[in-house]
């Protein structure tokens, strides 16, 4: 049992040397905002030409359409991203390609008077990005980048329990990512 434990510390040990002086991002999209998004990001750079992300994000928008009628939508998911940087200066940084992995679900309502009506979506999507990260002196990020996939599924569930998955019809089903992001950068350089 004492062989265990202390085997135990000695990865524990090993583990929290390594994270100690990894370098971890924290981001948030501005941008997002303009478009009814809030979103963050934390990316762990593994190497100096590689980086992981994971961005978790709330839509919302509520939209008078007249006539006492209105549309609104809540929804959320997560966001995770492998990121190759193409001759960085400073690790993790400068034109980076990768992929992502988004999932998205969220409930949509068209409410009239007393009335309400709606369904609820789920998504998948499996995409490419590209972008450019400028790391400044003081350890301030800033990103730009943008991606392109498709959803791999994507169920709609009316309120009268009707389900059905459009991941077969090729129009319904782009996935669009677009970032402007800044942000900060800790650990060691």
Do not use: C, H
Not at 110 to 134: C, H, M, P, Q
Not at 180 to 186: C, D, E, K, N, W
């Amino acid at each position: 049992m004492k062989t265990k434990s202390i085997l135990f510390a000695l990865v524990f040990l090993a583990i929290f040397t390594n994270m100690a002086t990894a370098q971890v991002e924290l981001k948030i999209n501005p941008l997002g905002l303009l478009f009814s998004r809030v979103s963050v990001a934390a990316e762990f750079v593994i190497s100096d030409d590689f980086g992981v992300e994971g961005s978790p994000f709330i839509d919302f928008l509520s939209v008078n359409l007249g006539d006492d009628t209105k549309y609104k939508t809540l929804s959320a998911g997560m966001m995770g991203a492998g990121k190759y940087y193409f001759g960085p200066s400073d690790g993790a940084d400068r034109f980076y390609a990768g992929v992502y992995l988004r999932f998205k679900s969220g409930k949509y309502t068209v409410e009239n008077g007393d009335e309400s009506d709606g369904f609820k979506r789920s998504r998948v999507a499996l995409g490419i990005l590209t972008g450019y990260k400028w790391v400044s002196e003081k350890n301030v990020v800033f990103e730009i980048g943008m991606g392109l996939g498709r959803a791999v599924s994507n169920v709609i569930t009316t309120n009268d329990g009707f389900s059905e998955d459009f991941s077969e019809i090729p129009v319904l089903n782009f996935d669009f990512v677009g970032r402007l992001a800044v942000g900060y950068r800790f650990g060691v350089r």
